[in-house]
């Protein structure tokens, strides 16, 4: 019987052991599949859609090119430095106006994409530009687009640049959100730099210190009712960017707010964000990607001839030499007013004919002088130019910290160099002894190099010519002159006194 009355009791625990397994199993945990409507909801006019999409805008002067340049992005969870809350899990704590902000989760399960991505030639989370002209810009051979606007986009407007724009795209499909609540990313911006790259690359100007390549990402995740199995699910109902670090948390406010004219925020890219009514963090600036400018510079050389004996219409040959300026790279070469006035133009013959004229000796064959130059593999240009008295030649888009030489060559003139800008308060010659180190020495006068370029230059070349008349063999002419006036009178006297005899 004792037996017997064991065996039931050791059922009953068995049998209370399974219901509580079954009460446990029964526990209701949200589903790390997120719900997906590509469809507005008709109720938040929000669509369930766990992907955003991150520009880039490149901003670059009207007288450059597109430059080969790659940019990389990382995600990371903000760390103590960024927030203020005690709890572990959050960014920072709610507040009577403002709502909890949740570290976000999982940042390396995000996938990124590049619009328009080849398959596997590209890399995950960067985007690249392929060195090309502005006016042909067009799919690279990554197949990625870019998108060319007319001025500056952004908050500081300027109608002397202008905007190559692409973007990235994040997925959040699979990081495993587990519960309602906003989660915030750190996404950081990297310059890829090889030893090919280009310098000129500036990292957000408008925004200062340690977050000009940050932004801040907050990511509204929503319960989404239930599946078929009745089970909770949750979904992305939204994405708000930041400039900067953000963190603080966005005000809880949920009134209404219908967008106007008055409460739109104009974005960096020149569009404008309709205000939602998820009411962002107060006198933090939205944001639609990254922005960088590229530095560059024109570099400007003329020709002048002086002297008796200097011949004007003579064409003299220069040789232009240019590095660090990153492969595939296109500069610009102007010969003549283009009509804009936010570029600098030159002033001279784009075709000359073979032996134009009995002076010049260096133009044996018919010329056409180059409107643009290609960067070779080493990122290298080396590059013939013939001017006349008068004429410059413009080479525009050089980016900052390039190097360059520039040499003319050898006539039977006395040469002389004047240089201006690039940050150099005063002109210098050539015929003059000086300290500055981007010079050659003053014994090579027809020649000057920089070995990195910072602003705007001009190098101006005068070739003189002069010769004297050699003195013991001088007619006097004064003397002549008075004889030849003197013998046409007495002519003159003869004749009439011919005549009244």
Known sequence: MKKRKKFLALLMVAAMVVMMLSVASAEKKYSDVLVVDDDNDETNGLAFEPVTVIKKNLIIENGANIPNVAFGFTAFVPDKKYCSSENERLVCDATADTLAVIKGINPDAIVWKNENQSTGSVMIGAIEYAAQSKDTAAPDENGDYVTITENRAGSKESDTQYTATKSVSLDFSKVGFDEPGIYRYIITETYIKTDDSVDGIICDPNVTGDDNCKRTLDVYVIDAGVDAEENPVLAVQGFVLYQGIVTDGPSNDTTVTAPTVDNDTKLEDGTTAKSTNGKEVKDAAK???????????????????????????????????????????????????????????????????KNPNAATTVITEDIEQPTTLTADSKGEISETFYLQHGQKIVVRGIPDRAVYNLSENEEDYDPEIALTGDDKDEKDTFDDDTDDEDLLDDSKVNEVEDPS????????FTNTRAGVIPTGVNLPVAPIVALAVVLSLAAAFMIVKKNED
Do not use: C, M, W
Not at 326 to 332: M, R
Not at 335 to 345: C, E, G, H, P
Not at 346 to 351: H, I, L, P
Not at 453 to 460: A, E, H, K, Q
């Open 287 to 353: 944001s639609v990607g990254f922005e960088n400018e590229y530095n560059t510079h024109d570099f400007t050389f003329s020709k002048k001839v002086e002297g008796n004996q200097g011949s004007r219409d003579k064409y003299f040959e220069f040789t232009l030499e240019i590095g660090k300026l990153g492969p595939g790279t296109v500069l610009e070469v102007s010969y003549a007013d283009d009509q804009d006035d936010s570029t600098a133009d030159g002033d001279a013959d784009v075709t000359i004919s």
């Open 453 to 460: 370029l910072t602003g705007d230059v001009t190098v101006d």
